[in-house]
């Protein structure tokens, strides 16, 4: 009986060993099935990933973009900026001389206007002082005709005043 119960334990062992050798194999299959799984799965994420970077690569180049051409922008409104307080200094220094210039105008006018409430002990018909005058504000008005139109303007129309002023004296 020890014959027949150590064959017959030895052919369960057999199948057992079979079994296990089955097991094993599909275990492995199993496993490299998985392990295949997880890599495609793995590669699909990194796919995605690498669009998701690429999209978002070309969202900041394109930002990048925008934010140089603003600051572009914010540069050349600076130079206007600049460029335009310039202006308003020269225009300031410009209004400057005009009012120092019609200063001078108005007591020049207060002096004549004292001279002619005066009486004149010989009528002259026209003084030399408004003939100097003009000379003076046509020779102002050409040397800035150029640099500054509008004050040479400003400096021949007082000439003009200054030479009707002459013809009604």
Same mark, same amino acid.
């Given at each position: ?34 392990? %295949? ?14 669009v998701q970077l690429d999209e978002a690569t070309a969202r900041y180049a394109e930002s990048q973009e925008k934010l140089d ?8 409104? %600076? ?38 409430? %005066? ?11 408004p003939s100097k005058n003009i000379r003076v504000l046509i020779d102002r008005a050409i040397q800035t005709l150029y640099e ?18 002459? %013809?009604?004296?």
């Amino acid at each position: 009986m020890t014959a027949k119960n150590d064959s017959a334990l030895l052919e369960v062992i057999g199948r057992l060993f079979v079994e296990a050798e089955q097991l094993k194999a599909n275990n492995e299959e199993a496993i490299e099935a998985a392990r %295949k799984e997880v890599q495609d799965q793995v590669q699909e994420q990194k796919n995605k990933w690498n669009v998701q970077l690429d999209e978002a690569t070309a969202r900041y180049a394109e930002s990048q973009e925008k934010l140089d051409d603003a600051l572009e922008e914010v540069r050349q409104k %600076k130079r206007e900026l600049e460029e335009t307080t310039g202006l308003l200094r020269s225009n300031h220094a410009a209004l400057a001389e005009v009012k120092e210039e019609n200063a001078k105008l108005k007591e020049e006018r207060k002096r004549r206007a004292a001279e002619e409430r %005066k009486p004149q002990k010989s009528s002259k018909v026209i003084t030399s002082a408004p003939s100097k005058n003009i000379r003076v504000l046509i020779d102002r008005a050409i040397q800035t005709l150029y640099e500054e139109p509008e004050k040479a303007a400003r400096s021949l129309r007082a000439a003009l005043k200054e030479i009707d002023k002459a %013809k009604e004296e």
